[in-house]
């Protein structure tokens, strides 16, 4: 079946610094994938998101490129502010006529000032 | 703008109690999800439902139960409260375009 796998965290990066969170899959077919953020004390909101291998996708100056060839949907940002503290999720939608989404355990980013 | 809203942001409520969590979506969604997420376990899926009526157990179903008797209201239902149900709970519905998620509702259970 599907599964996501995330880089644990925390990640505690200081202000303007690049973030990185990994985040690889396994899914039959090529599915899209999703990255969803969660502020203290919200529920999750899509980030950004791709639709098919080599795209990327961008949101709020974060970017994460679509790899088909390495499984991989990294979140990349090349300069991070403190009110990018958040829990990240790397997910797949539903696929293969299942109706259940899978979502990685979530990253936990910090930045300090 | 379409949302998800879940009626309550935090409840507090006693061990025992019958504790009723709300979500109501206004995007004519198919499928509703109730999750729970706890430190150290992401979101773990508890039931979801793809049409009215309809229900599927997700991983931890146990001391859970839901309700969909109308499409834009998907209800979780705790029949007996107990501490080890103390979490953050988020509902969630799909579309092909993705996933909109309310607010969520921390419930502790004393």
């Known amino acids: 079946g599907n599964s996501v796998t995330q880089m644990e965290g925390p990640v505690t990066l200081s202000e303007e610094a690049f973030l990185t969170i990994n985040c690889t899959y396994t899914?039959?077919?090529?599915?899209?994938l999703f990255w969803y953020v969660q502020y203290p004390g919200e529920g999750l909101q899509l980030l950004l998101k791709?639709?098919?291998?080599?795209d990327k996708g961008s949101n709020k100056g974060f970017e994460a490129t679509y790899r088909k060839e390495t499984t991989s949907f990294h979140l990349e940002k090349g300069s991070v502010q403190v009110s990018d503290s958040a829990v990240y999720f790397c997910?797949?939608?539903?696929?293969?006529?299942?109706?259940?989404?899978?979502f990685g355990r979530g990253t936990s980013l910090i930045v300090h000032p | 703008d379409v949302k998800v809203t879940q009626s309550s942001r935090y409840l507090v409520k006693r061990t025992g109690e019958k504790v009723f969590l709300e979500c109501v979506q206004d995007?004519?969604?198919?499928?509703m999800f109730w999750y729970r997420q706890d430190p150290g376990l992401g979101l773990r899926l508890i039931y979801f439902?793809?049409?009215?009526?309809?229900?599927e157990k997700g991983d931890i179903p146990e001391g859970y139960s839901v309700s969909r008797e109308k499409k834009e209201r998907f209800s979780l239902i705790l029949e007996s409260a107990s501490t080890n149900q103390t979490s953050m709970y988020l509902c969630?519905?799909?579309?092909?375009?993705?996933?909109?998620f309310g607010s969520g509702t921390r419930l502790t259970v004393v």
């Open positions: 439902s793809y049409d009215v009526k309809m229900k």
């Open positions: 997910a797949l939608p539903t696929t293969g006529g299942s109706y259940i989404p899978t």
């Open positions: 969630a519905s799909s579309s092909a375009v993705g996933y909109t």
């Open positions: 899914a039959t077919g090529y599915p899209s």
């Open positions: 995007m004519d969604h198919e499928n």
């Open positions: 791709a639709t098919k291998a080599d």
